[in-house]
């Protein structure tokens, strides 16, 4: 059993634990600030956008293209196609904000959980005695 004498950090620990705490505190801040920002900007974009990509749908030539990926690479294709679209959308527009506040939150909680370990030594590789 470890006692509270054993569990007791070293000034090294203590100055790493505090670092990665205000580190996770300023990607915590500066994330989610940046995501409010793009989050007000994109609104004004949302309309426009929306009729734009309303006119490219309504016009067929999405299906075209999905039909010509098909015969190209086949059914992989279009799921590579798919993703490509999806993956390029989360940095544009209203998705980026949603995007960096994953990100920010990501980042943030990593380094509160890296402060959090270093509360604990590492296991010791003492077992218990050999039999004889």
């Known amino acids: ?49 929306a009729l734009v990509r309303a006119g490219t749908l309504a016009s067929g030539n999405a299906k075209r293209a999905e039909n010509q990926l098909k015969e190209l690479g086949g059914k992989a294709n279009v799921l590579a196609a798919d993703f490509q679209d999806w993956f390029v959308s989360l940095w544009h527009r209203r998705r980026l904000a949603g995007t960096l506040v994953v990100l920010s939150l990501a980042g943030a909680g990593a380094c509160f959980f890296l402060a959090h370990l270093l509360n604990y030594p590492p296991a010791s590789d003492h077992h218990a005695d050999p039999p004889t």
């Not at 996770?24 to 994330?31: E, F, P, Q």
């Open 1 to 49: 059993m470890v006692g509270p004498a054993d569990r007791a950090l070293s000034d090294r620990d203590r100055f790493h634990q505090k670092r990665l705490r205000w580190l996770g505190a300023a990607i915590l801040v500066v994330g989610l600030t940046a995501a409010g920002v793009a989050y007000h900007r994109a609104q004004s974009d949302d309309w426009a956008t």
